[in-house]
C-alpha cells in the first residue's frame, strides 16, 4: 500500500474529503451485521480496493443491473472504514454525492449553464454529474 493513497484514504475518512475513482468490477461481499451477501461496485485507488456497497451508492433501485451500467464510469466517494491489512476500503458515493449537492448545487443561479458529464443511461433517463459548478455562458 503506498503511502500516499494511504494518506489520501485517512484524509477522506477523517476529514469527509471526496475522492475520485473509476468502477472496475461488481462483487458480492458477505456482510456479518445482515448475514447475507451484498452487491459491492469495485474501485482501485492505487492498489487498494475500495469497496462500495449497493445502499451507498444512492441509486433508487438496488440491483447488479444498474450497478452494471456504471462500470467505467469515473464516482465520487467519501472513505468510511479502511482494512490496512487485507488493503481493502469501504466508501459512500452517496455521502459524497450529498456533500457535493451542499457545495456546488447552491452556487448555481437560475439559467446558469452547468456542464455535466453522463454516468448512466438507461431507458428514457440519464445520471449526470456537474462538472463545473458556473460557466461564462447564460442560456437564452
Known sequence: MSKLALKELMRSKEEQRILTGKISGIEDEYYKLKNAKISCAIVWYDNIKI????????????NKSMIRGMLGAEIDFIVKEIDTIS?????????????????????LKVND????????????TYYCRIVWERSCYKSR
Open 51 to 62: 469497496l462500495i456497497p449497493s445502499e451507498y451508492l444512492g441509486l433508487s433501485k438496488i
Open 87 to 107: 488493503n481493502i476500503a469501504i466508501a459512500s458515493r452517496k455521502e459524497a454525492m450529498q456533500l457535493r449537492a451542499e457545495l456546488k448545487l447552491s452556487k
Open 113 to 124: 449553464t452547468a456542464r455535466v458529464r453522463i454516468i448512466a443511461v438507461r431507458y428514457k
